[in-house]
């Protein structure tokens, strides 16, 4: 990780959403912004090295972005995999299934809880579409930082979900009921039908959704799901079935040796890129998120960027401190 910071690539991520995911055999930096993506899809067996680049995302985001410029809503089927990002400015959400006011610091562990999440989500696109219809562009970063601010909206939204075969399992659906008098009706809100619509719609708001699963079979990474994602990063699996589900088509992934290796498929690109994923010791995450926490917690000294938007100060000196910029 140290060594892809350094590289000029790395660098010049640095305006958008950084991220640094490998290292190919032949010692080139693997590096990726993910508003090309605009969402990835992460596979791979227990032991593979998934959970770990999950991680060194979510570390990359939230040591590239301020609160205000990018926000994390984290859902948590196994409910171990994100506990130490509770409580940080950078990680947003509902207040729970019942109160769909925005809170930060939580994570989304339980079923009804990480529907609403969804929902929630689904409420910011749609608030960030009338947004931009209202100011006449296509996308939200386009839009005035203060008509985001008024309207409630941090800058960048990443949904990171850490299992998606239990968040598909979980739901058969949960009832809500439409309409009014003799016409109401109750009809079943799906987690495949929320995300469906949050990836179809969510580049242009500035929403981006990072996948992951231990089993991308067919009844998890739907027709739907697969159309709508079209990066794919790919640990060890088990069989070339599930390698072709996980690659759109392309068998592989059941030959790789596990420990971060891994293939890397972004989109518009025509075959894989073997690499070896990056990681963040335990000592640098504990240090990473100490220092968010830490400026985070003061108070915020807001400056003018050379393009007119308004940044912590705080935040872009501890960048500064970090030898990012």
């Known amino acids: 990780m140290n060594e892809h910071s350094a590289t000029p690539t790395s660098l010049d991520l640095l305006q958008t959403l950084p991220l640094n995911l490998g290292q190919t055999p032949d010692g080139q930096p693997v590096t990726f912004d993910l508003r090309r993506a ?7 067996t227990t032991g593979s090295g998934k959970s770990v680049a999950l991680h060194t995302m979510i570390c990359d985001l939230l040591s590239a972005k301020s609160p205000e410029e990018c926000s994390l809503v984290l859902i948590d089927p196994k409910r171990v995999e994100f506990l130490e990002y509770r409580g940080l400015a950078s990680v947003v959400g509902p207040m729970s299934a ?10 989304y562990t339980e079923p009804d809880d990480a529907m609403a999440a969804l929902s929630w989500v689904l409420a910011a696109v749609e608030t960030r579409f009338r947004l931009l219809a ?4 296509k996308d939200v970063s386009q839009v005035p930082r203060s008509a985001l601010r008024a309207s409630g909206q941090p800058g960048t939204l990443v949904v990171v979900v850490d299992e998606l075969a239990d968040l598909m399992m979980s739901g058969n ?4 009921r439409t309409g009014s008098g003799r016409g109401a009706r109750a009809v079943l809100t799906k987690p495949e039908t929320v ?3 949050i990836l179809q719609v969510g580049r242009a708001a500035g929403v981006h959704v990072i996948l992951a699963t231990q089993r991308p079979s067919h009844d998890v990474v739907t027709g739907v799901i697969k159309a709508n994602v079209p990066t794919r990063l790919c640990f060890a699996l088990q069989n070339a079935t ?9 068998k592989g992934a059941e030959t790789l040796s596990g420990n971060g290796d891994a293939l890397w498929y972004p989109v518009g690109a025509r075959t894989p890129v073997r690499m070896q994923g990056t990681m963040w010791t335990e000592g640098a995450k504990r240090n990473l ?3 968010v926490s830490r400026v985070c917690s003061q108070e915020p000294s807001l400056e003018a960027s050379s393009n007119g938007r308004i940044r912590n100060k705080n935040y872009r000196m501890w960048l500064r401190d970090m030898a990012l910029i």
């Open 38 to 44: 605009p969402h990835v899809l992460v596979s791979g």
């Open 98 to 107: 019942e109160d769909a006011r925005t809170t930060r610091g939580a994570t």
């Open 134 to 137: 209202a100011h006449g562009v």
């Open 173 to 176: 659906g949960l009832p809500k």
């Open 195 to 197: 995300l469906a619509r």
């Open 242 to 250: 599930d390698s072709r589900v996980a690659l759109g088509g392309i």
């Open 289 to 291: 998120l100490s220092r």
